[in-house]
T-cell receptor, first 113, second 114 residues
Framework: DQQVKQNSPSLSVQEGRISILNCDYT??????FLWYKKYPAEGPTFLIS?????DKNEDGRFTVFLNKSAKHLSLHIVPSQPGDSAVYFC????????????FGTGTRLKVLA | DADVTQTPRNRITKTGKRIMLECSQT?????MYWYRQDPGLGLRLIYY???????NKGEISDGYSVSRQAQAKFSLSLESAIPNQTALYFC?????????????FGDGTRLSIL
């Protein structure tokens, strides 16, 4: 049972436009969410996170939105740049639990110049 | 130098062989993890360790074992490798503080079992 789902395996966006990556989860106990970015031949790198007490967190061009009632989070990248082309993973955890993260399957973003 | 170093970066071996993947870190983190990545399945946790004396199974630990030799070293072993263990393996670390600490990943070991 996949507790964290990224239903879009891939996404293409024009440079300068907005990229929206989506993630759904099923476990209502998750209270902390993260996005990671992965380039080929490298490990995932932490991008941005959000606690369940917030509905939005922003860091430069990256904004994460959390909709707890819908068990949905999204990552917005504005404006998108060719260097943003990578695989993006969302992850969720229960902060009072065993500190394990459950990862989604990833979305490959391609930003077209 | 990388904060989380995995060796080897690539390995091809035969079914039945014993294999060890090594991970070392200079971040000073107590917590270390081993994941595998398969196409379409994301990252799945194999084992994790919160300190040298604490080892825990993850969701897919069968066929694997680990050793935490020191705070900075965490190795993953495949006692008798089988082809469906062909995957990309990642080691990660995190600081203490609950489930809100980002994990820091090595660059991975690509393992192929023939």
């Amino acid at each position: 049972d996949q507790q964290v789902k990224q239903n879009s395996p891939s996404l293409s966006v024009q440079e300068g436009r907005i990229s929206i990556l989506n993630c759904d989860y099923t476990n209502s106990m998750f209270d902390y969410f993260l996005w990671y970015k992965k380039y080929p031949a490298e490990g995932p790198t932490f991008l941005i996170s959000i606690s369940s007490i917030k509905d939005k967190n922003e860091d430069g061009r990256f904004t994460v939105f959390l909709n707890k009632s819908a068990k949905h989070l999204s990552l917005h990248i504005v404006p998108s740049q060719p260097g943003d082309s990578a695989v993006y993973f969302c992850a969720a955890s229960i902060t009072s639990g065993t500190y394990k993260y459950i990862f989604g399957t990833g979305t490959r973003l391609k930003v077209l110049a | 130098d990388a904060d989380v170093t995995q060796t080897p970066r690539n390995r091809i071996t035969k079914t039945g062989k014993r294999i060890m993947l090594e991970c070392s870190q200079t971040k000073g983190h107590d917590r270390m993890y081993w994941y595998r990545q398969d196409p379409g399945l994301g990252l799945r946790l194999i084992y994790y360790s919160f300190d040298v004396k604490d080892i825990n199974k993850g969701e897919i630990s069968d066929g694997y074992s680990v050793s935490r030799q020191a705070q900075a070293k965490f190795s993953l072993s495949l006692e008798s490798a089988i082809p469906n263990q062909t995957a990309l393996y990642f080691c990660a670390t995190s600081a203490p503080g609950g489930g809100n600490q980002p994990q820091h990943f090595g660059d991975g070991t690509r393992l192929s079992i023939l």
